[in-house]
């Protein structure tokens, strides 16, 4: 894609997250020239062409769509990191705590706190009771803070980064660049925008189809028709 004003393509997650698209190759109409190439033909009209984004989705051919490649750099808890991180197909490259300093703000304090259900492993609800919420994110932050005092304790001792930072929770933030092609990435959302995934990741999964849809409108409409196997999108 050429001239893309990728200022536009930045979402904010969370409380201090972000995801945003800092570089692509191809669109839609990559995916229709590297179907075609099967034929030794290349684009024709629009309508023919985006006819073809939904025959191929329809049925299940998507090797062309891996030649619309995205690149995002993202921030997330480090928890969320590790799920997003199982997703394989796909190039990471992860901000380094060997190398860079933790920063006290940089922890995720949650403003949508959940309670398990028993007959249900992976649904959990929002909590209400204001009461409790209150007493759950003090506990949460106190635990911030004397984990981040204790990192700090440690790094003035002399210990490396690399081993003080054992010491600080799930809930730090971490930056990471992504690159993934458009079949690995409507892969990510099916499993990522989905009432059954955590609703940190889901939240980052809405953001990544919204960028999806305002990139590649006609590969993210036929997806949604006959790929997408999610409940959120």
Request: glycine share 4%.
């Given at each position: 894609?050429?001239?893309?004003?990728?200022?536009?393509?930045?979402?904010?997650?969370?409380?201090?997250?972000?995801?945003?698209?800092?570089?692509?190759?191809?669109?839609?109409?990559?995916?229709?020239?590297?179907?075609?190439?099967s034929y030794g033909q290349g684009l024709k009209t629009p309508e023919r062409d985006k006819a073809l984004i939904i025959y191929l989705m329809e049925h299940g051919h998507e090797t062309p769509f891996?030649?619309?490649?995205?690149?995002?750099?993202?921030?997330?808890?480090?928890?969320?990191?590790?799920?997003?991180?199982?997703?394989?197909?796909?190039?990471?490259?992860?901000?380094?705590?060997?190398?860079?300093?933790?920063?006290?703000?940089?922890?995720?304090?949650?403003?949508?706190?959940?309670?398990?259900?028993?007959?249900?492993?992976?649904?959990?609800?929002?909590?209400?009771?204001?009461?409790?919420?209150?007493?759950?994110?003090?506990?949460?932050?106190?635990?911030?803070?004397?984990?981040?005092?204790?990192?700090?304790?440690?790094?003035?001792?002399?210990?490396?980064?690399?081993?003080?930072?054992?010491?600080?929770?799930?809930?730090?933030?971490?930056?990471?660049?992504?690159?993934?092609?458009?079949?690995?990435?409507?892969?990510?959302?099916?499993?990522?925008?989905?009432?059954?995934?955590?609703?940190?990741?889901?939240?980052?999964?809405?953001?990544?189809?919204?960028?999806?849809?305002?990139?590649?409108?006609?590969?993210?409409?036929?997806?949604?028709?006959?790929?997408?196997?999610?409940?959120?999108?």
């Amino acid at each position: 894609m050429e001239n893309i004003d990728f200022s536009k393509f930045e979402k904010n997650i969370l409380d201090k997250g972000f995801v945003r698209l800092v570089d692509m190759m191809g669109d839609d109409y990559a995916a229709v020239k590297a179907a075609r190439v099967s034929y030794g033909q290349g684009l024709k009209t629009p309508e023919r062409d985006k006819a073809l984004i939904i025959y191929l989705m329809e049925h299940g051919h998507e090797t062309p769509f891996e030649h619309i490649v995205f690149t995002f750099h993202a921030k997330a808890p480090l928890f969320v990191a590790r799920q997003w991180f199982r997703h394989r197909i796909g190039s990471f490259n992860e901000i380094s705590q060997r190398y860079t300093e933790i920063k006290d703000e940089e922890f995720y304090i949650p403003s949508n706190v959940r309670v398990n259900v028993p007959e249900d492993r992976q649904k959990a609800v929002q909590l209400n009771d204001e009461e409790l919420l209150r007493k759950v994110i003090d506990m949460m932050e106190n635990v911030f803070d004397e984990s981040y005092k204790i990192y700090k304790e440690l790094i003035g001792l002399g210990v490396a980064r690399e081993l003080a930072r054992i010491v600080l929770p799930l809930a730090t933030y971490t930056q990471f660049y992504w690159t993934v092609n458009a079949r690995s990435l409507m892969n990510f959302l099916n499993l990522r925008a989905d009432s059954h995934a955590q609703w940190e990741i889901q939240q980052y999964a809405i953001a990544i189809a919204d960028i999806f849809k305002e990139t590649c409108p006609w590969t993210y409409e036929a997806f949604i028709k006959y790929g997408y196997r999610g409940d959120l999108l």
